[in-house]
Every structure is written in C-alpha cells, then in structure tokens.
C-alpha cells in the first residue's frame, strides 16, 4: 500500500503462529498458510512476516541455495518478504515456552549470531522493489537478572550487529532491526527504549507491538514522541490487540479472562491504577497468586487476541488502542514506518470454543485479520501498489 507522502507500507502475517522447525515445513506453511491466506483475500501479492528458527536460520546463511529454494516457494505462492521475527530462538509453538522465549538474550554472542543470521538472509530474500528489510528482536533481556555489565555487553553487540547491517546495505540490501518493547523485560515500555537504546547507531531501533504498549497503557502519541525524541525509528510496527478488563472486581469478569489463562506462553498483565500500570508476571498471578493485583482500576492482559474477532463481554480488546496507533503513524503527512506484520501467534490457545478447527479455519481466521489492518489502513488513505 502506497501513503500519501509515496512511502510503500508493506502489509505481512507473522508465521510464528505456526509450528514448523526445518526448511520442508516453513515451505508447507507457505503454500498452505501464506498461499491460502492471500488466495481468500484475492490480492495478487500478500506480504508474510517470517520466523526462522535459529538452526534453520543458521543452515540458509550458510547455503545460498536454499535461501534460494525458499524464495522460489514464496514466489510459488504468491508471497514476498521484507521484514523477519527474530524475537522467538526456537520451539516457539511448544508445549510450555514462557520465560525460555527471551533466552538467548542480548548478553549472549548466540543472540547476536542467530539476529546476523537472520538479517543476511532476508538480505537474499526481498524483492528487489523492496526499500528495505526489517527484523525484530527481544528488548535487550527479561529484567533479572541485569545490571551495568550485561547491559555494556548487550550494547558492545548491537553496535557489532549494526556494522553487519552496514555492510548489507553498502551492499544495496538495507536492513533494520528494531528491539521489540514488552512487558516484564529490561525495555518494557517505549519511555525505556527512549531511555536505554537512544545513541545506537542508525540501522537500530523499535519494533512496536501494540498489544504491548496497550497492555502498559502507554499513549499512542506519548510513546511515539518519546521515540522520536530519541531518534529511535520505528522499524517495524506488529498489529496486535491484548485482552482488556474493564472491571477485575466483576466476578462475571475473572471468570471469563481465566478462560485466557493457559500454560504455553506468558501473559504479562497491567493495572492501572491513577497515571501508575502495576503488573504480574503471567495472568493466574495477577487473579489467585500469592500477591495478586488488588483490582482498583481497569487490568490489560498480554494475550494477542484476533483483530477482527468481538470479545465477550464483559472483556474486552484493546482494538481502539491499535486504531489510535496506526492512526498517529500513517494518519499525517509522513509515514512513521513502512512495514507492518499482524502477529497474532496464539490461535491454538485461545479458550478452547473460540480456537479454529482445522487448517482451513484458520487460514480464515488469518485472512479475516489481514483484511481488518488493511481496511484500517485504507480508512487512513493508503492506496493500493
């Protein structure tokens, strides 16, 4: 989609939603996923988001030939990629994954390599119409434990990543990489990226998921003048919706967002309480754990939900916080980012009524998104490439 001022936007699913491991599944995932999402949306073209896991990532930086192989599959289906999600290591669709999916983090040189990796080969993937490719990454650490030294180290290797990315781009492949704020970790909100990234060199910056900023309940104005104030570009924007709950103390309520409590991934939840959110690591702390949140304002809840979907009330979806969000970064005269990926990857553990049966249900599901954001996007006076 073209804005106002000619910047293309490119409009992608994230395939972190899907399990595969090793170069025959993401090449299934494509034809059958990416493939059939792009066929019920009839467009010519779809934009997929993806995620490779470390090892396959590693074994395509070290073979041309079938980083080759995986763009003739997505030209296959009718697919391009500009933007990858480096955020998940591996196992990211196992069974329990938690805390495990900041590890490796920035201290670590595996973090680096994994990103390295990830980067040269989105390098060899975009089309050549592309202006740019854009990669997305933890934010630094979960907070404990950190401390100076992690914190020069984690530094010392985005600068070293940021001269592999100067390199791709002397290249004719720019690409960028954007720290991804999310609760409970060492950048948790936007007011820490401006803080703690600011000065990192220029092919560095933020990937703003709004599932997280909702659930911290940051403005949309606010975080992104913070950012700008930084010189931090948003890299990527990740179109996401958390649960809300108006009123925790409403037993019909507690009930319904215990629906949403479940053993795979982590579920950062925020109360906010006056201008202060307090959080709980995952949800069941925040409802029953020893040191629960003491419901005296409105609770959001880290769970990507559908875009399209209407919540159950009394629950609610921060959508109107996305809205706000795309609205502030294509709504003026300057788009504020050219890559946006809807990434809910949490459809085989939403409560068990709501989740698709079947492949078929959910690549409508997927479909049902894309077209919201799109439909969002073109309210705001994007035309279509």
């Not at 080759?68 to 290591?89: I, M, S, W």
């Not at 973090?111 to 119409?129: E, F, H, K, Q, W």
């Not at 703003?208 to 890299?235: N, S, W, Y």
Request: proline share 8%.
């Amino acid at each position: 989609m073209r804005h106002r001022d000619g910047t293309v936007v490119h409009l992608a699913y994230c395939t972190n939603v899907h399990p595969a491991e090793d170069l025959e599944g993401v090449l299934r995932q494509i034809r059958v996923f990416g493939g059939g999402v792009r066929e019920r949306l009839g467009a010519d073209r779809l934009g997929l988001g993806l995620w490779l896991p470390a090892p396959l990532a590693r074994q395509l930086a070290a073979d041309p030939s079938l980083v080759d192989r995986l763009r003739g599959g997505l030209d296959a289906a009718g697919l391009e990629t500009v933007t990858l999600n480096a955020f998940p290591y591996r196992g990211f669709q196992d069974p329990v994954v938690k805390h495990r999916v900041y590890h490796p983090d920035w201290t670590e040189r595996a973090r680096l390599d994994y990103t390295i990796d990830c980067a040269r080969v989105l390098a060899r993937l975009m089309p050549g119409d592309a202006a740019r490719g854009s990669v997305s990454t933890l934010p630094l650490a979960w907070r404990e434990p950190w401390d100076p030294d992690r914190l020069g180290r984690a530094r010392s290797h985005l600068t070293e990543l940021a001269g592999v990315l100067a390199e791709l781009a002397d290249q004719g492949t720019p690409v960028r990489v954007g720290l991804e704020p999310e609760p409970g970790c060492v950048v948790e909100t936007n007011r820490d990226a401006a803080r703690l990234l600011s000065g990192l060199p220029p092919q560095l910056g933020v990937c703003l998921d709004t599932c997280h900023t909702a659930t911290g309940f940051e403005g949309a104005g606010t975080a992104l003048g913070r950012l700008a104030d930084a010189g931090l570009p948003v890299v990527k924007a990740q179109a996401s919706a958390a649960v809300e709950v108006p009123d925790p103390r409403d037993p019909a309520a507690r009930e319904a967002l215990s629906e949403f409590a479940e053993d795979r991934f982590l579920h950062q939840t925020r109360e906010l309480v006056g201008l202060r959110a307090r959080g709980r690591d995952d949800l069941p702390e925040a409802m029953s754990g020893p040191y629960p949140l003491p419901a005296r304002g409105p609770w959001r809840t880290h769970f990507h939900v559908p875009l399209h979907a209407e919540a159950r009330p009394p629950l609610r979806i921060t959508r109107d916080h996305l809205t706000d969000v795309l609205g502030h970064l294509f709504g003026g005269e300057r788009a504020l980012t050219d890559h946006v990926e809807v990434e809910t990857y949490t459809w085989s553990v939403l409560p068990q009524d709501r989740r698709p049966a079947g492949e078929d249900a959910l690549v409508a599901g997927i479909a049902a998104e894309v077209a919201w954001a799109r439909d969002r996007l073109t309210e705001l006076g994007l035309e279509p490439v």
